[in-house]
């Protein structure tokens, strides 16, 4: 059990759980922050946002597909310890993988495992699911820092989520990539809704130009629903907001909402 893996985390779940029994049982949100490029504000976005899930008593846990220096075990002052390719190769415990922070904040290394050839046997996705359904248990969010890739490809859990963050400075060519990402996965995977957060612009208004440009084209050409969530507020500007938090709340987490299915699926 998750309860097991140290006393912060242990009075986090259990403070979690107690809430679940009083509101009714759940699953966690899976979310996942992903970009067109990197350099554009993703890992610190979601650094800042998880932190102020857990600061409210929200169980979260990340999971860290970068392997850089600016990733968010270094954001966060930690070292790897396992990655999540060893859970897969059946090597550790979930209970080995993930690493405390502070109370209601984990992490969990995912590098090689996004690394890794786009393949995952039956047994392997099996490992995973179980791990995953295990998380779910012992936390509300799930957040993912996604590693960007030229090719606009996933990692099979970052594929798996049900719920995608797409991160786009306000640059010409950061939007250029958001809205390729966004239209990769609509046309490869069928993804229907993504939700958008917008960095370094100079004002609200900018921010807000940029989403609404990106929703009316995606909408035109993809078929696809964009939702906005909000920007990161720029340093010394005195718009905005540093995290997401409230956003991902008011926008995922609903009254009598049972949360996500997540299963990642055997492919070849």
């Not at 990402?181 to 130009?209: C, D, M, N, P, W």
């Not at 049972?258 to 055997?266: A, N």
Request: overall charge neutral; charged content about 15%; some cysteine.
């Amino acid at each position: 059990m998750l309860e097991s893996i140290s006393p912060a985390f242990a009075a986090g779940v259990d403070q979690a759980a107690g809430l679940r029994r009083l509101f009714g049982a759940h699953k966690a949100r899976a979310v996942a922050f992903v970009s067109g490029r990197e350099a554009c504000g993703r890992t610190a976005l979601l650094v800042r946002t998880a932190t102020a899930l857990a600061e409210a008593g929200q169980g979260v846990v990340i999971i860290d597909e970068n392997a850089g220096a600016n990733n968010v075990h270094a954001a966060l002052g930690i070292k790897v310890r396992h990655d999540l390719l060893a859970l897969v190769q059946g090597d550790v415990s979930i209970e080995q993988l993930v690493q405390p922070v502070a109370p209601f904040l984990s992490v969990i290394s995912a590098a090689r495992f996004a690394a890794a050839p786009l393949r995952t046997n039956t047994v392997a996705a099996e490992r995973l699911n179980a791990a995953l359904r295990q998380l779910q248990d012992g936390c509300t969010f799930i957040l993912v820092d996604c590693v960007a890739r030229h090719d606009s490809h996933l990692s099979p859990l970052a594929l798996a989520m049900p719920h995608l963050v797409v991160v786009v400075a306000a640059q010409g060519a950061a939007i250029t990539r958001g809205y390729a990402l966004i239209k990769h996965l609509s046309q490869a995977y069928g993804r229907e809704r993504f939700h958008v957060a917008v960095t370094k612009a100079r004002t609200e208004q900018e921010a807000q130009v940029i989403f609404h440009n990106m929703r009316n084209t995606a909408h035109a050409h993809l078929n696809v629903a964009l939702n906005y969530l909000g920007c990161k507020r720029v340093e010394g500007g005195g718009f905005g907001s540093d995290h997401l938090a409230s956003a991902l709340q008011s926008h995922l987490v609903s009254v009598g909402d049972h949360g996500d299915e997540l299963e990642l699926r055997p492919c070849s």
